[in-house]
């Protein structure tokens, strides 16, 4: 059954599926290995992915926890390309569609194209 409402607690199970597939990913794994190492379960990925969650919930449903600043980590990452960005969106909307309703899908994938196109336009990408 697919979520047909967007709450903290799917965002969650959304981030925790996304970034299993980043992290089986020939192409951005590396991206992630080399900032937060390759167990899911370590702190510092349960910190990631709770971070996470806070930011799509700020971005989807107005939940008022994220004050960072999503651009940062991604300034200084050598070898992203346009390419990498693809892949994230590819992978992205793979696991959308899968958990998420059209509607909330809809919201989820408008949302983070509009991001990754700001990211690339902001890294000169
Ligand atoms: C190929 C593309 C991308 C790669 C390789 C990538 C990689 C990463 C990594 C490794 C981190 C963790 C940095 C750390 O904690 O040391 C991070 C943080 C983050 N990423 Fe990405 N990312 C990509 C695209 C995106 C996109 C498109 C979005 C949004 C739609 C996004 C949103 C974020 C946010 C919100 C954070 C946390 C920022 C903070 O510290 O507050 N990323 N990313």
Do not use: C
């Not at 900032?35 to 700020?58: V, Y």
């Not at 059209?102 to 509009?114: L, Q």
């Amino acid at each position: 059954m697919q979520y047909q409402t967007i709450t903290k607690k799917n965002i969650r199970v959304m981030a925790d599926r996304f970034y299993s597939s980043v992290l089986k990913d020939d192409l951005i794994a590396d991206f992630f290995i080399e900032r937060l190492g390759d167990e899911m379960i370590s702190d510092e990925w349960q910190d990631h992915l709770n971070l996470l969650t806070d930011f799509w919930a700020s971005v989807t449903i107005g939940d008022s926890k994220y004050n960072g600043t999503p651009l940062t980590p991604h300034i200084d990452m050598p070898g992203l390309s346009k390419e990498s960005f693809q892949r994230w969106l590819e992978l992205f909307s793979k696991t959308i569609d899968r958990l998420y309703e059209k509607e909330a899908a809809d919201i989820f994938k408008s949302k983070g194209e509009m991001i990754a196109n700001n990211f690339m336009k902001q890294l000169k990408l």
